[in-house]
């Protein structure tokens, strides 16, 4: 069974930094594409960075670029997302998910979710 639990989301000021955490279980990081998604309250779900499956390649929404950053740990099989300059506009909550940025259509193998907020 897919299992994917975030972690480390929270209340940042414009500007700030936070780490977020994915701890997958039920299958293999590597051998897996695997992708960020947010959802502001009201709107769409927005793809964000995707990491690919037996290669260290990313890519990002222009929103993100440049301040973000997806990485992953294969050995304690965990996802994470380096996020800095936070902008209010960044608030949502985010997701992390099984598969590539068709899992923003299908939302298909998604965590539960990790509230972040940017704010004064």
């Known amino acids: 069974e897919v299992q994917l639990v975030e972690s480390g989301g929270g209340l940042v000021q414009p500007g700030g930094s936070l780490r977020l955490s994915c701890a997958a279980s039920?299958?293999?990081?590597?051998?897996?594409?695997m992708t960020w998604v947010r959802q502001a309250p009201g709107k769409a779900p927005e793809w964000v960075a995707s990491?690919?499956?037996?290669?260290?390649?990313?890519t990002y929404a222009d929103s993100v670029k440049g301040r973000f950053t997806i990485s992953r740990d294969i050995a304690k099989n965990t996802l994470y997302r380096q996020m800095n300059s936070l902008k209010p506009e960044d608030t949502a909550v985010y997701y992390c998910?099984?598969?590539?940025?068709?899992?923003?259509?299908?939302?298909?193998?998604w965590g539960q979710g990790t509230q972040v907020s940017v704010s004064s």
């Open positions: 039920g299958f293999s990081l590597g051998m897996n594409d």
């Open positions: 990491i690919y499956k037996f290669t260290t390649f990313t």
């Open positions: 998910a099984k598969g590539g940025r068709g899992v923003v259509v299908s939302r298909t193998d």
